[in-house]
Every structure is written in C-alpha cells, then in structure tokens.
C-alpha cells in the first residue's frame, strides 16, 4: 500500500527538524566544553593564598619548576640592655645602626619617675645581622634579656611562587577564551574569572615581597633604659587660710542647697501639717 504523499513530507520535516536540534545542542556544548573544562581546573588546582598546604598544586603546561632554592631564613629578636648614661648609649646605637646600613622602623621615649627608656626597632640587613648583635652587646651595659630567633619561610616561598606561576598561567588561558567568546554572557563569566585571578595574582605578589622584605632586613626590639634615683615629691597644698575660705564657702552651698531641698517638699510639708491637725483633734475628742 503507498503512503500518502503528504504523511512522508511530514514525516521528513520532523526528521529533519530534530537532526538540526541535535546539530545545535552539540555545536553549544563543544563551544563551552573549553570554558567548561577550564573552571574545573581552577576549581581543582587553584586554593586561596590564606591556606598553606603541604604540597604545591600541580603546574600547568609550560610551568618550569624550580629544582634549586635558596634557603629563605627570616631573623629577628628582642634584647634590653640597662645603661648608666642613656643619652650616649643611644648615639652609640645610632652609629651602630648605621655602620651596618640598617634604619629605625620606630623609636620611642617613656620617662617615669623610677626610670627612662627608648624602645627601638631596628632593621638590620640579614647578612649584618649577627656582627650588629655583637657589637650591640660588645658597648656599656648590663645586658637584661635576649632572645634572638630563625625562621625558615623556604616552603612558604616555594608554595606561593608555586600559585602565582599557576594563575598566571591560567590567567593567559582566560585571556584567549576571551577572544574566541561569541556571545555577551562568555565574555561576562571570562571577564569575572579574570577579575579574581589579578586580584589573587596581587595579593600573592604583595604576600612574596612582604616575606622578602622580611628575609632581606632582621628586626630587632631594642631597649634601653636607665635606673633613676627615687625622689620624694611632696605634694602642693594650699594655703590654711585659703582652704578655710573654701571649706566655708563648700559649707554655705551645701546648707543653701539643703533649704531648697526642703521647700522642694512644701506639698508633704502640708499633708504631714493636715494629719496632725486631725490627729491632735481627735485627741481632744476623745478625751473630753
């Protein structure tokens, strides 16, 4: 039996119309397969610069990794040294400072009536470190306390160097998706997600120069102080006559204020009058 013609034409249009759906779908999901496949990289591999791990995420194609790494050692410390003159040690600390090239990150005086004191923070580059510890301790004083410590910040230079090779890295990459986007909603997700990688590519820049810093210049919390001899300050009084003057006068405004209190209370005054008005009254009564 022959199929109408009509059915068959039908038929082929719908044949045809889901052919081109399935070409459609498929051409969308190959065009956000690769956006797609990038945020799950990110998503894998890039861990906020806060938490320090263990091990470095894996790098990316065309990541060199670093097989040889100076030791990155941060020293600092604190020491208190009691002086006779406090005036001299403190220039003699000032020359110190720089013969080694260093500078005062902060100073500050306190004056008491028991002792004087600078509190001084000193930069010292960390090759002079040491010779600048000697010398300090080599001058006039009586050393109170000294505590001097190391810190190795290697892995922590490795793991953030590590995290910015990778963003960058996957910065490059989100820059070419960017130019292959073809409509207004990519461009506005690639444009997002290059937003947070600079603006994590500079908080790990800032967070390298500030371990930098610290490893290039040691810290040291100097204090100088000196004992003072006690001396009895007796306190300034008025004169008798003086003080009388006040006494009174405190005496009359308080009897003044006393007065006004009372006639404050003139409607108790006439209640308590009343009731023993009556009670008097009733008294009388009674007796009679």
């Not at 800032?206 to 040291?220: A, E, F, I, P």
Request: glycine share 4%; charged share 30%.
């Amino acid at each position: 039996m022959n199929k109408n013609p009509k059915s068959l034409i039908f038929m082929k249009r719908i044949i045809g119309l889901i052919i081109f759906i399935f070409l459609a779908a498929s051409c969308q999901r190959q065009e956000s397969g690769v956006l797609h496949m990038a945020d799950q990289q990110i998503e894998n591999e890039l861990i906020p610069i806060t938490r320090q791990a263990s091990e470095a995420p894996p790098a990316p194609e065309g990541t060199i990794e670093k097989t040889a790494v100076s030791k990155k050692i941060i020293k600092d410390g604190r020491m208190g040294i009691q002086v006779s003159d406090l005036d001299q040690s403190k220039a003699v600390i000032e020359s110190l400072v720089k013969k080694h090239e260093g500078y005062y990150a902060s100073e500050s005086l306190s004056n008491t009536d028991y002792e004087s004191s600078w509190q001084l923070k000193i930069r010292i580059p960390s090759g002079k470190f040491e010779a600048f510890i000697s010398d300090v301790e080599s001058g006039e004083g009586e050393i109170l306390y000294k505590e001097i410590q190391s810190r190795d910040v290697t892995d922590q230079f490795i793991d953030l160097e590590s995290r910015l090779d990778t963003k960058r890295n996957y910065l490059a990459r989100y820059n070419e998706l960017l130019k292959k986007a073809k409509d207004v909603k990519e461009i506005l997700e690639i444009q997002e997600k290059i937003r947070i990688l600079e603006e994590e590519i500079d908080s790990t820049t800032g967070r390298l120069k500030y371990l930098s810093n610290q490893v290039d210049y040691s810290t040291l919390d100097l204090t100088l102080s000196k004992q003072k001899d006690y001396k009895f300050k007796p306190e300034h009084r008025s004169k008798f006559f003086e003080r009388l003057k006040f006494s009174l006068s405190r005496g009359w405004f308080g009897f003044v204020n006393f007065i006004l209190f009372l006639i404050k209370l003139w409607p108790f005054w006439i209640i308590i009058a009343l009731i023993y008005y009556s009670w008097k009254k009733y008294k009388r009564r009674r007796n009679s």
